[in-house]
Each structure stands twice: as structure tokens, then as C-alpha cells.
């Protein structure tokens, strides 16, 4: 495995610092602007333009790197993530702040863009499963590490916004100084709402929950933690139970979603999401920290595997030769989703308090769950041995409803 490993270090090494200092700022900015005295609402709406322009990104990069390679675009692209943390500390102000998160979310779509499809390049068919197994790896310990390093600082001060402007930069110097040779152009993410939802109704339908409920996690988790009365210690705690369990469940759900209808497995994944939701709501001592803390692990088993279930679900029913098309089409109403999320959250946790975190959840898993029981009196299972390989499916990022694997050839070669 070291063998493989070694020639794309350097990408595992920006791939660390860019998840590092996404997890920093994921926890930092919904926390300061709490203490700048915001409501969940404004802070939904700061999420929303994260997703809006990481959903842009996903669209006008590809275009980008085809004008001036991939190390240029990326080098620019961490500029402008470290340029917005220190425009973070600088402007404090609501309206700023959605703007600002554009640009982040605009600048970290392209950059898993690039070290992904430099990756996908670099493996073969006998190394990729190692090569991504231990890039998803990183990704979990960066964005760990990084939510934990809210604790070197007070976000009531620029501190934390200094360190994770650090780490952005930091991703540049591994990149920039590898040997790697760089990928084939990416591909341009395309948009054909009629063909997704042909192809696969309850795989469009369960990408635009899992995008709500991604975007739900991903901005107003810190908030609620906030909220239920959890300390400065305990929040990042919280966060990093739910990608340890995500992690420790997301093989035993794919399989099981190997053997049976994937949509058994949706349904499985909406009711427990729902019974989480009412778990905190109706049983004594729920909400006190160990209450939440048994919680949100039992949510996590279902909140990080659903993204790559959907994405198998759709490849099922899709040709070998759509497979791209459809996983990029499906990323983009992810995106969607990952807008709505943060302000549904927000109004509901605004007038129900703590609750109202889990309410919101539970309305998208719902929907999640129960579109796919609906579905299968609509249209028979694929058969076990046409079914593509869940394990070769992406997985997304915790917080970041941003992981997703696009292939980096483009369709002319």
C-alpha cells in the first residue's frame, strides 16, 4: 500500500491542510456569529450563499482549468479561501459574510475538484480502492483536526480566523512543490433535470434531501450544540462522534445495499433519522450533553453514508457511459438542497429553540425515507448482479456536503 501511497503524498498533504482548515472554519463562523448576537436565521442565510456558490464552483472551474492547467487554478483557489477568512475577521457583518462564504464555497468546489481528479489520475485500477480508502482517511482526520483546534483560540477574536487562513495557505506548498503530472481536463458538470429524475426518481428526490440535510448538519450543528447547553469543549466533540460513527457505518450500509433494493436501505436510514429527531424531543434526559452526545452518533450512522447510497441508487438504473453525467448532475441538485437546508434550520430552531435542529432533520429524512417507499410500489428492483458497486461510490464530506469524485477525462477522448 506504501507503494502506492507515496507518489500522490503531497496531494494527501494539501488534502489534510484544505479539510483542516474547512473544519476550523465550519465550527468557527456559526459560533462567532452567535456571539455577535445573529439569529439562526442570518446564519442559514450565510450557509445558503456557502451552497449557492459552491454549486457555481462545481459548474465554472472545470472551464477554468481547461484555460490555465490545474496547479494555477488551484494555487488561486486557495488564495481566495485564505483571502476570505482574514475578509471574515476583517467585516463583520451579516450581509458581508454570506458574500464572503460565496467566495469559499466558489473556491472549495474547485479545489476538491482538482486534487480529486489529480488523483483519479495518478491510480490505476489495481491501486484507486487504496488511493481513495486512505484520501477519505485524511479527510476525516483533517476535518477533525481542525474542529478540535477550535479550542486553541476564542472565537469572539480573530485568532481562529488567523490559524484556518493558515492552514488554507499551507495547502498550496504540498501541491505546488509535487512532481505529480497533472490530469487530463475535468469534466464539465452538466444539468439535465428531466433525464436525472427519469433515470431515477427517488435517487433525485433522496440527492436534494441528503443535500437539505447536509446543509441542516453543516451550518446550524454548532448553533444547536450552542443552544442544548453544550461547552466550547463538548461542541467539536459532538461534530467529530458523528464522522466516527458515519465512518464506522458507511461499509455496513453499503453492503447491506449491495444484497437488497437500495430503497429498503433509504427507508432504514429516514426512520432512523426521524426516531432521532423524536428521541431528543419526547425521552427524558435527551437533551443533556450525554443525552445529545448518544444522539447525534446514532444520527451520524445514516447522516454521511445516505449521499453515497443515493449516488449508487441512480447508477444502478444509469448506462456505464452516463455514469459521470448523472453523478455531476446529482451533485449540482445536492447543491440545491445544501441551500435550503441552513434556513429551514434556521427558521425552525429560531421560534422552537434546540428542537427545532431536529425538526428540520427529521422533515428531510422523512421525505428521504418515505419518497423511497412510495417508490418501490412504483418500479421493480434492479437485480442483484446489474447493480453497480457501492463501495466505488463517493462519499461526502461531514460537513461539507462537498465530496464528490468526478472523472477527470474529458468526453471528446
Request: include cysteine; charge should be neutral; charged fraction near 10%.
Amino acid at each position: 500500500m506504501l507503494r502506492n501511497i507515496v507518489p500522490v503524498t503531497g496531494l494527501m498533504l494539501s488534502t489534510f491542510f484544505l479539510l483542516a482548515g474547512s473544519g476550523l472554519t465550519g465550527i468557527t463562523i456559526p459560533l462567532r456569529a452567535g456571539i455577535e448576537g445573529w439569529s439562526p436565521v442570518t446564519i442559514g442565510w450565510i450557509g445558503f450563499g456557502y451552497a449557492l456558490c459552491f454549486t457555481a464552483g462545481c459548474v465554472i472551474v472545470p472551464q477554468l482549468v481547461r484555460r490555465v492547467g490545474h496547479v494555477r487554478v488551484y494555487a488561486v483557489l486557495a488564495t481566495l479561501l485564505a483571502m476570505s477568512l482574514l475578509l471574515h475577521a476583517l467585516f463583520v457583518h451579516p450581509l458581508a459574510w454570506i458574500a464572503i462564504r460565496g467566495i469559499a464555497g466558489f473556491s472549495l468546489a474547485g479545489a476538491y475538484m482538482v486534487v480529486e481528479s489529480w488523483l483519479n489520475e495518478k491510480a490505476t485500477n489495481e491501486s484507486r480502492g487504496q488511493i481513495f480508502s486512505f484520501y477519505m482517511i485524511m479527510n476525516m482526520i483533517g476535518m477533525m483536526a481542525g474542529q478540535f483546534m477550535v479550542l486553541l483560540g476564542d472565537p469572539a477574536t480573530t485568532s481562529l480566523f488567523m490559524i484556518a487562513a493558515l492552514l488554507y495557505a499551507m495547502a498550496v506548498i504540498p501541491t505546488g512543490l509535487s512532481n505529480a503530472v497533472s490530469p487530463q481536463p475535468l469534466t464539465e458538470v452538466r444539468l439535465d433535470l428531466g433525464k436525472l429524475y427519469r433515470n431515477s426518481p427517488a435517487a433525485m428526490v433522496g440527492m436534494l434531501m441528503t443535500g437539505i440535510i447536509a446543509g441542516i448538519w453543516n451550518f446550524q450543528a454548532p448553533v444547536f450544540a450552542g443552544q442544548a447547553g453544550l461547552s466550547g469543549n463538548q461542541i467539536p466533540l459532538m461534530l467529530a462522534l458523528a464522522m466516527i460513527s458515519g465512518a464506522i457505518f458507511q461499509f455496513p450500509l453499503g453492503r447491506a445495499s449491495d444484497r437488497m433494493d437500495r430503497r429498503y436501505v433509504m427507508i432504514f436510514a429516514g426512520i432512523i433519522g426521524v426516531g432521532c429527531a423524536a428521541a431528543f424531543n419526547v425521552i427524558p434526559g435527551a437533551s443533556t450533553a450525554p443525552g445529545v452526545f448518544v444522539t447525534i452518533f446514532v444520527l451520524g450512522a445514516v447522516l454521511f453514508p445516505i449521499y453515497s447510497l443515493v449516488v449508487a441508487h441512480a447508477n444502478d438504473y444509469a448506462e456505464p457511459s452516463a455514469f459521470v453525467e448523472i453523478s455531476s448532475g446529482l451533485l449540482i441538485v445536492n447543491g440545491a438542497g445544501a441551500m435550503i437546508g441552513p434556513v429551514l434550520a434556521g427558521v425552525l430552531i429560531d421560534g422552537l429553540g434546540p428542537s427545532g435542529f431536529f425538526i428540520a432533520l427529521a422533515l428531510a429524512f422523512a421525505v428521504f425515507g418515505g419518497y423511497a417507499a412510495w417508490r418501490i410500489t412504483r418500479r421493480a428492483a434492479v437485480p442483484a448482479d446489474e447493480m453497480t458497486d457501492y463501495a466505488y461510490m463517493p462519499t461526502t464530506r461531514s460537513q461539507t456536503p462537498e465530496t464528490f469524485n468526478l472523472d477527470p477525462r474529458s468526453e471528446e477522448e
